[in-house]
C-alpha cells in the first residue's frame, strides 16, 4: 500500500499574503480590502514574514531550497476565487527533494511552496431553496503546502506524520494549535497498482479514516476481480465514506503563467543564513540519545511542555537521569500548571535539592512529593535535613514502646510483633517516612531494649 | 502656468472630439482655485470620484474605493483632474475604436482615428492648453496616439511609474506615462509621478530619477524600420533627421537590428497571455456590471455576463492569450516568448553601446480614416504596432515626437533609450522641440 499527502497549513502571519488585511477570525467579510477581493487597479505585495516562514519549513523538511523563486497564476473559474486566479507557487517552489524521518523511516518530501486561500463558500436555507453566501476574510490568508512521496504504508502512518509534523512546525513557526483540526490534506492512495486521490480531508481523524474506507475499498474491489479506476473522490465526513468528486481540471489545464506583479525573489543567501530552532521531535530524539531515557518518555516529556523538557536537561547536569525521569514524570508532571508559572532559577534550585534528598534517603518518597507541591505553589520549604527528620522517627517508635511493653517482650520470641511497632508508626507518621526506613529503625530501637 | 478652460468650453470641445467618457463638473464641486494645472487620466486608471471602466461595458458602474497612485501624485502637485479619457478597451487595439464608449475623434481632422491605445489622452493633449494627459503604453499605446495627434508622448522605462490603480492588461508590460503638446510639461511632471511605491512592487527597485540637459549626439536608425513604411512618413521622417542634423548636429548612424522582427509575435503573445488571466476577474460578480440571474449555475452566469458584455476584440484576446498558455503551446508559446523578449533587449544593448538613442518613425502611416480601419484585418492592425512594440517589449523608455505634417496630419518619430535613461529622451525632446515648428490644431472659438 502507498500513501502520500498533499498538506496545507496555515501560516501564522498577522496579515494575509499579499495585502494588509488581518488573518484573525471575524464577521464574514469584514478582513477585505480591494487586493484581496481582487479589485480592477489592486495589486499583491508580499508579506515578507509569509516567506521567512515557508523557508523555514522548506529547510526544516530538508529540501534543496531554489536560489530563485517566483509566483505563478493558477487561473480557473469558481465564485470563491476574486481573481478567478490563485497565486501560488509552480516551477519555481521554494524548495525540492527533501525528507522527512518518521520513526526512524524516511518519508520523501517533493515539494515546498506557499500560496493564498481562497474565499469560503457556505451553502443556507432549505433544501432545494439553498443559497450560496461567500466569505472573503480567507481570501488571501498564506497557506504553505507540502507534497510527500507516496512512502507511507499505512492510514495511521499517514496520521502520524501529518501529526508529528503539526507538532515540529508549531514549534518551529508557531502554528496556531486550532490548526490541527484545519490542517487540509489530499491523499494519494493506492492499494493495487492504480491510485484514487481524496481531495480536502480536514483534520487528522477525518484523514485516518477517509484512508481506512479506501483500503478497504479499493481491497474489496480488487479481491472481486475489479478494477480500480485513476479517480478524485472526496471524503464525506457525515457518513465517513469517500465519494467521486466533480471532475476537475487536470494540473496542466490551470493554463499557468508567471505572476508579473511580484518579480523574483533571490533567496538562496537569506535561506542559507536561516539558523532552525530545535524542534520537539528532534528534541526529543536526542534526549533519548543523550541521557539514555527511552524514546517514549522522552516525547511525553518534551511534548509535555517545552520548558518540562529544559528543566529536565537542566536537573541532569547535577542527578543522574533515570532519577530524575520518575520524580520528572510523577510529582513534577502532576503540579506542573503552577510549576511552570513560577519556574526560575531558585525554584529549579529547591527541586533540585528535594531530589537529591529523596535519593540519598534523607527524606522519603512522599516527603519528596509533598515537598515538589509546596515548592509549586509558591512555597519555601525543602524537607528539613536527616537529624531533625530522624528524630521524629525514633521519637515516635519509642512513644510506642514505653506505651506497650509487651510488645517488646513479645518481639524477643515472635519476630512479627514488631509488625504492630511499625503500623502504628506509619499511621503516626502519616507516611513521611519509607517503609523500609520505618523497618529498620524499628528493628534498631527493639535491639536497644533489654 | 494656471487652470485655464472654463466648463463650458471643456464641454463644448468635448462635444466635439469626444475626449473623454466622463468629465469634472465644477459648478457642483467646491470652489478650489489652488489648482495649478490640468491633467487627464485614461479610463484604466483608478480615480475615487469617477467610475473606472477602461473602455469596458463589463466595468460599468465600478467606482474604484481608491486613487491610481500617478494620479494621487499628480493632485498633490496641486492638479486638477479634469476627467477620464476615452481608450480601447482594456487598451486592445491602436485606433481607439475598439471602445464599449465613445470613439475620440482626431484633432487634426475628426474623420480620422487618434491612435489608441490612449487616443482620448492624445487628443486631450492636443486640444486643451496647458494640460498634461496620463497615458498607458502597453505595446504602443501613448507612441501611436501621440504621433497620430501630433503631441509628445513619453513612456517611461517599465518599473518606472508605479502601476497602483491601474487596471491590468499585460502587468509585465504596462507603463503608465504622460502626454502633452510641451516638452516642458513632460519634464516637470515626469518626476512628479515616478518613484518608488510599496504598493507595487515592480516600482522598488528602480534608480532615483534624475533630469539633466544634455548633448546628444548619436542615434541608430535600425534599416528595419523603414520596411513598410508609407512613403510620405519616410519622407518627412528624412526630412527630420536632416533638420537635426543641420541645426542640431546630431548624427544619424544606420545599423542593423534583425531581432526586431520577432518582437512582434513575442509581444502579442505575453500580452495576450497576461491579459488572459487578468480578465478573469469580470464574472459579473463584486465588482462592474451588477449580478443578473444568479439563480444559474456559477458557469452559465459568468459565461453569460462575458458574452454579453466582452467587446470582440477583448474575446479575441483572452481565446489567443488562453490557448498560447494551454499544456502543449505553454512550451512552444509562452515560454519561448519570455526568451525571445532577453534576445532584443542584449540586442538592444549592444546598440546603445555606441548610440545615445535609438531613432524610428513611431507609426508607418499617419492617422487613418475611420472607414480605412473598418476595412482592416486584426493582422493589419497589429501589425501597424510595429516600431512601437520593441522598445514596450522589452521595457526600455520611448518617446514620440511629432517630426512633420502630410498635409494637415502630423507625423511622429519615436527615440528608444537605454532602461532609465529618460532624461536622455527629455533632453532631446526638448532640443528638437527648439527648432521644431509645432502645429496645434485649430479649436473652435
Known amino acids: 500500500m502507498k500513501i502520500g499527502l498533499e498538506m496545507h497549513f496555515q501560516l501564522p502571519t498577522k496579515s494575509k499574503l499579499f495585502c494588509s488585511c488581518s488573518t484573525e477570525g471575524a464577521e464574514p467579510n469584514t478582513h477585505i480590502c480591494p487586493t484581496c477581493l481582487g479589485f480592477p487597479g489592486s495589486r499583491p505585495a508580499l508579506n515578507r514574514k509569509a516567506l521567512e516562514y515557508g523557508l523555514m519549513i522548506t529547510k526544516f523538511l530538508n529540501c534543496e531550497i531554489n536560489e530563485r523563486i517566483w509566483f505563478s497564476r493558477k487561473t480557473y473559474f469558481y465564485p470563491d476565487l476574486p481573481k478567478n486566479f490563485q497565486i501560488t507557487m509552480y516551477e519555481s517552489p521554494l524548495g525540492e527533494h527533501g525528507y522527512y524521518d518518521l520513526n526512524g523511516k524516511r518519508i520523501g518530501i517533493w515539494r515546498v511552496h506557499i500560496e493564498e486561500d481562497p474565499g469560503r463558500i457556505k451553502r443556507v436555507g432549505k433544501s432545494g431553496d439553498e443559497v450560496s453566501l461567500i466569505d472573503y476574510n480567507r481570501s488571501g490568508v498564506p497557506l504553505v503546502e507540502i507534497v510527500s512521496a507516496p512512502d507511507m504504508s499505512s492510514p495511521a502512518e499517514a496520521r502520524d506524520f501529518v501529526a508529528e509534523l503539526l507538532v515540529e512546525l508549531r514549534h518551529l513557526v508557531g502554528l496556531s494549535a486550532s490548526d490541527e483540526q484545519v490542517a487540509r490534506c489530499d491523499a494519494n492512495i493506492s492499494v493495487g497498482e492504480e491510485r484514487v486521490e481524496v481531495k480536502n480531508i480536514l483534520g487528522l481523524k477525518n484523514l485516518e479514516r477517509a484512508l481506512n474506507y479506501e483500503v478497504s475499498r479499493q481491497t474489496k474491489m480488487l479481491a472481486a476481480g475489479k478494477e480500480i479506476i485513476r479517480e478524485t473522490r472526496a471524503f464525506d465526513e457525515e457518513r465517513k465514506v469517500t465519494m467521486p468528486a466533480r471532475k476537475k481540471e487536470m494540473e496542466e489545464e490551470y493554463g499557468y503563467i508567471g505572476e508579473p506583479d511580484l518579480g523574483e525573489y533571490n533567496v538562496g543567501e537569506f535561506t542559507n543564513g536561516l539558523v532552525l530552532p530545535e524542534t520537539p521531535i528532534k528534541r526529543a530524539a536526542r534526549l533519548q540519545r543523550q541521557y539514555g531515557i527511552n524514546a517514549v518518555t522522552a516525547k511525553q516529556i518534551v511534548i509535555t511542555s517545552w520548558g518540562m523538557a529544559d528543566l529536565f536537561e537542566h536537573l541532569c547536569e547535577k542527578i543522574e537521569p533515570d532519577k530524575v525521569v520518575p520524580k520528572l514524570l510523577g510529582p513534577i508532571t502532576s503540579n506542573w500548571t503552577a510549576i511552570e508559572q513560577r519556574l526560575d532559577d531558585n525554584m529549579r534550585a529547591q527541586i533540585c535539592r528535594v531530589i537529591e534528598n529523596d535519593i540519598n534517603g534523607t527524606i522519603t518518597d512522599s516527603e519528596a512529593r509533598r515537598a515538589i507541591a509546596t515548592i509549586a505553589e509558591g512555597g519555601n520549604h525543602v524537607a528539613e535535613e536527616r537529624t531533625v527528620v530522624a528524630d521524629e522517627l525514633v521519637i515516635s517508635i519509642n512513644e510506642f514502646l514505653d506505651a506497650h511493653p509487651e510488645t517488646i517482650k513479645d518481639a524477643k520470641s515472635n519476630p512479627k510483633a514488631a509488625n504492630s511497632v511499625i503500623g502504628h508508626v506509619m499511621k503516626a507518621t502519616k507516611g513521611k517516612f519509607q517503609s523500609k526506613e520505618i523497618v529498620e529503625a524499628v528493628k534498631k530501637e527493639l535491639e536497644k531494649r533489654p | ?445
Not at chain 2, 493632485?75 to 465613445?102: H, I, V, Y
Not at chain 2, 486631450?124 to 504621433?147: D, K, R
Not at chain 2, 453569460?304 to 498560447?324: D, H, M, N, P, Y
Not at chain 2, 480601419?373 to 492592425?381: C, D, Q, V, W
Open chain 2, 1 to 445: 502656468m494656471s487652470v485655464s478652460i472654463d466648463d463650458a468650453r471643456l464641454r463644448a470641445i468635448n462635444d466635439k472630439y469626444r475626449i473623454f467618457n466622463q468629465l469634472i463638473d465644477r459648478e457642483s464641486m467646491e470652489a478650489d482655485d489652488s489648482s495649478s494645472f490640468t491633467f487627464s487620466a485614461k479610463d484604466n486608471l483608478c480615480t475615487r470620484e469617477f467610475q473606472a471602466r477602461a473602455g469596458s461595458k463589463i466595468l460599468e458602474g465600478y467606482r474604484p474605493p481608491f486613487d491610481a497612485t500617478p494620479v494621487r501624485k499628480l493632485r498633490e502637485a496641486g492638479g486638477l483632474l479634469l476627467g477620464k479619457t476615452n481608450m480601447d478597451e482594456f487598451g486592445f487595439g491602436t485606433f481607439s475604436t475598439n471602445s464599449g464608449f465613445d470613439i475620440p475623434l482626431n484633432p487634426f481632422d475628426t474623420g480620422r482615428a487618434c491612435g489608441g491605445s490612449s487616443g482620448g489622452a492624445a487628443a486631450a493633449a492636443a486640444l486643451i492648453e496647458g494640460h498634461v494627459a496620463l497615458g498607458v503604453s502597453t505595446g504602443g499605446s501613448i507612441s501611436a496616439p501621440a504621433s497620430f495627434c501630433g503631441v509628445f508622448g513619453l513612456t517611461p522605462t517599465y518599473g518606472r511609474v508605479s502601476r497602483y490603480g491601474l487596471i491590468d492588461y499585460g502587468n509585465s508590460l504596462d507603463k503608465v506615462g504622460l502626454l502633452s503638446r510641451s516638452m516642458g510639461d513632460i519634464k516637470m511632471f515626469l518626476p512628479v509621478i515616478s518613484g518608488s511605491d510599496p504598493k507595487d512592487p515592480t516600482s522598488c527597485t528602480q534608480p532615483r530619477i534624475q533630469i539633466s540637459q544634455r548633448k546628444i549626439k548619436r542615434l541608430a536608425l535600425p534599416k528595419e524600420a523603414l520596411a513598410n513604411i508609407s512613403p510620405e512618413v519616410e519622407s518627412t521622417f528624412r526630412y527630420a533627421l536632416e533638420k537635426m542634423s543641420l541645426e542640431l548636429g546630431i548624427a544619424v548612424h544606420e545599423v542593423s537590428m534583425p531581432s526586431l522582427r520577432f518582437a512582434m509575435p513575442a509581444y502579442y503573445i505575453l500580452a495576450t497571455t497576461e491579459a488572459s488571466t487578468n480578465l478573469a476577474r469580470y464574472c459579473g460578480m463584486r465588482f462592474g456590471v451588477p449580478e443578473k440571474d444568479v439563480s444559474q449555475h456559477f458557469n452559465d452566469f459568468f459565461s453569460g455576463v462575458r458574452s454579453e458584455c466582452f467587446g470582440q476584440e477583448a474575446k479575441r484576446r483572452i481565446l489567443l492569450g488562453t490557448f498560447c498558455r494551454m499544456v502543449g503551446f505553454r512550451d512552444k508559446y509562452y515560454l519561448k516568448s519570455l526568451a525571445v523578449r532577453q534576445l532584443i533587449t542584449k540586442e538592444y544593448r549592444s546598440v546603445f553601446d555606441e548610440h545615445d538613442l535609438i531613432v524610428t518613425p513611431t507609426m508607418p502611416f499617419v492617422a487613418p480614416k475611420f472607414d480605412e480601419i473598418a476595412k482592416m484585418r486584426p493582422l493589419e492592425m497589429y501589425s501597424a504596432d510595429f516600431l512601437t512594440i520593441p522598445p514596450n517589449l522589452t521595457g526600455l523608455p520611448h518617446l514620440s515626437a511629432p517630426c512633420g505634417y502630410v498635409g494637415p496630419m502630423p507625423v511622429g518619430m519615436q527615440f528608444v533609450a537605454p532602461h532609465w535613461d529618460e532624461s536622455g529622451l527629455i533632453s532631446m525632446g526638448e532640443e528638437w522641440e527648439r527648432v521644431f515648428q509645432l502645429k496645434t490644431p485649430e479649436v473652435m472659438q
